[in-house]
């Protein structure tokens, strides 16, 4: 029996059902699903070395799949996303139970051992590849935190610049009218920073804090179209050196400043409004109440807060916060993503009142799609940027995203909230359309509270 066969009949046992992909081994065998008529092009897993059943011996599951694929010891000829889509499917129908991990029991653990060892690839553990983390430190200690935000976005200004939409917005964009001529993930980008910027009722002269700011999208943005003047925090020295230079080109070195600083050591006077951009998930869960209250501090009352973050499972049921032995190994360690009523009651105790929950989630698939196009599209390009391991990571992190955001598995969500004044009261229009802005795929007027500039590129 061919290497490809043997894999093929151990995974078909585990899964409980025939291949949904083709499988091809080491030596040129191939088994698995064939292209029909239906299906004329299923995607190819390729298992190039017998290291990749090690891998998975010594740690059975995603982290073992995770180091075969970083290492290139598998690949996949086709979408990897459609690849990724297929098994998840099967693992849910198995499980019944949303998709949870396929568990090997006894017989299976003795079985795949038995193929390993007649395919000659039992051994000692392979070493782990060198892009995996290895951070030390106390959880979520400032040192930590530092050495866990650098991991992930200190991997090259170009290689972003390459990824992302020429503002350099790495979140979730807002889509107000389908793709097409004339609108893309650029303008979603756009659409999303002026959405932010309307709820968090910004005018001439406010002072707006940004946690998190990343490449200073958002600052740019609210200084060059409301008026205001931003200050900006963020743990990344790549992202602050980029900021300071976009600064610069766009003659808002007076109005903007940019940090290199961890929110926990802010200490400025209270701030107009607050927004914090999908940093929150890396703040962890012990950490949550102590950002939550930092971030009420840093209001002034009546002051708005603008918290855009990614949620995950659902109250008891939230098995992966981290989002998985791959993300948490590879991508964003130490990140903690709780269910989305969770978060809420951070902010409630810590004294928000929250004003609005907008749901992006399709959203997400809308502009990660982009960005995984551009990544495999243009592979020797990012190649070159960040080396082929990185690359890697990147190709499967990005068809995971996109697929867990698709399937309703994560979560993206705006939470809009308010600082009291010491009578309890709010300081908002009595309107909805007055607290949050005109929607600009909506017709009509915007109302009398919206900034002229509001809907400028």
């Known amino acids: 029996m061919s290497a490809a066969h043997r894999l093929a009949s151990l995974l078909e046992d585990v899964l409980g059902a025939p291949l949904p992909v083709r499988l091809r ?16 092009h299923p995607p190819t897993v390729i298992v190039h070395r017998r290291r990749a059943l090690r891998r998975l011996l010594w740690s059975p599951g995603e982290l073992g799949l995770a180091r075969a694929f970083v290492a290139g010891d598998l690949s996949v000829d086709g979408d990897v996303a459609d690849g990724l889509s297929r098994f998840w499917a099967l693992a849910r129908a198995r499980s019944g139970t949303g998709g949870r991990a396929v568990r090997l029991g006894p017989r299976q653990k003795l079985r795949a051992l038995g193929t390993a060892v007649r395919l000659g690839a039992v051994g000692p553990p392979p070493r782990p ?12 200690s400032r040192r930590r935190d530092r050495d866990a935000i650098s991991h992930h976005y200190d991997l090259s200004n170009e290689f972003y610049a390459f990824l992302l939409d020429p503002r350099m917005a790495y979140s979730c964009g807002y889509w107000t009218r389908d793709e097409g001529p004339g609108y893309g993930l650029a303008e979603a980008q756009r659409d999303k920073l002026d959405l932010i910027c309307r709820k968090l009722g910004l005018a001439p002269g406010m002072r707006l804090l940004d946690v998190g700011c990343g490449w200073a999208s958002l600052l740019v943005h609210a200084a060059e179209h409301y008026g205001v003047h931003a200050t900006g925090v963020t743990l990344s020295a790549q992202q602050r050196e980029y900021g300071l230079e976009r600064v610069r080109r766009a003659g808002l070195t007076g109005r903007v400043e940019i940090r290199l600083q961890d929110y926990r050591e802010i200490d400025d006077q209270p701030f107009d409004a607050v927004s914090s951009i999908e940093m929150g998930e890396h703040v962890g869960q012990d950490n949550y109440p102590v950002y939550a209250a930092q971030l009420h501090r840093l209001l002034r009352p ?17 098995t992966a916060p981290g989002g998985g ?39 997400y698939v809308w502009t990660v799609r982009p960005w995984l196009d551009t990544l495999q599209q243009h592979r020797d390009t990012a190649i070159r940027m960040i080396g082929e391991e990185q690359w890697r990571i990147w190709l499967l992190y990005l068809a995971g995203a996109a697929l867990a955001f698709e399937e309703n598995r994560m979560g993206v969500h705006q939470i809009l909230a308010v600082r009291p004044g010491t009578d309890g009261a709010s300081g908002l229009p009595r309107s909805r359309s007055g607290i949050l802005g005109r929607d600009p795929a909506l017709p009509g007027p915007a109302p009398d509270s919206a900034p002229e500039t509001a809907a400028a590129p």
Do not use: C
């Open 25 to 40: 081994a080491w030596d040129g065998s191939e088994a698995g699903k064939s292209p029909t008529p239906d299906d004329p």
């Open 129 to 140: 590849p060198a892009s995996e983390a290895r951070l030390g430190g106390r959880l979520h």
């Open 302 to 318: 009546h002051g708005r807060l603008l918290l855009q973050q990614m949620s995950r499972g659902t109250a008891g049921a939230n």
């Open 325 to 363: 032995a791959f993300m948490e190994a590879y991508v964003a360690p130490d990140m903690y993503m709780r269910p989305l009523g969770e978060t809420l009651g951070f902010l409630e105790r810590a004294g928000h009142e929250i004003v609005d929950v907008h749901s992006l989630r399709e959203h």
